[in-house]
């Protein structure tokens, strides 16, 4: 999913006003009305209200599949961020509740990359796994190594088929010139 950028021209004016975005986690804050629960409620007309981070959800990425709901990776529920949402099934978000990682207690990764919303992402290792945080230059870093690790492997494996046909190649000269390397040293 590309990340949809704050200020999105599909919500309205008066739906960004409402929200704030938090420079340390990316979170998308609603600084409106919440409900009860900690989330945020936007009246998309005077009769209908709907939870901010929905809205941003179904306007943004898209519908909710059948049977899930929408999580918070970053466990802020005034958070209305696409990024840091994902549409899970119920169960998922019950057993998650509290294996949540405590995402904010480091300002930087161990390699010292600050946690700054471009450089971060939010991930779940899958269903019942834990959400996680993290840092995207270490991580292309990675994914730069392996590719290195997956050439020098690949050419590694062609010098080693080259070795092979140089000494094939050996043994026909010598059958050739009708003379083997013991003879020679026999003689
Ligand atoms: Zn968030
Ligand atoms: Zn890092």
Redesign the pocket.
Known sequence: MRTPDYGDPRLPARFWAKVQP?PN?????WSAATMSTGYGAFGVTSKNIQLSHRVTYLTLVGPIPEGREID?????RA???P???EAVTAQTNITRQPRVINARAASHCKSGHEFTPENTQ?FSGGRNKPIRRRCRTCRLAMKRRDRERQKAEKLGRRIVAKRADFEAWLDRQEQATGRGGEQDVAS
Not at 25 to 29: A, F, P, Q, S
Not at 72 to 76: A, K, P, T, V
């Open positions: 938090e986690t990316g979170c998308w804050l918070h990776l970053c466990r802020q958070c209305c961020n990024a840091h949402l939010w």
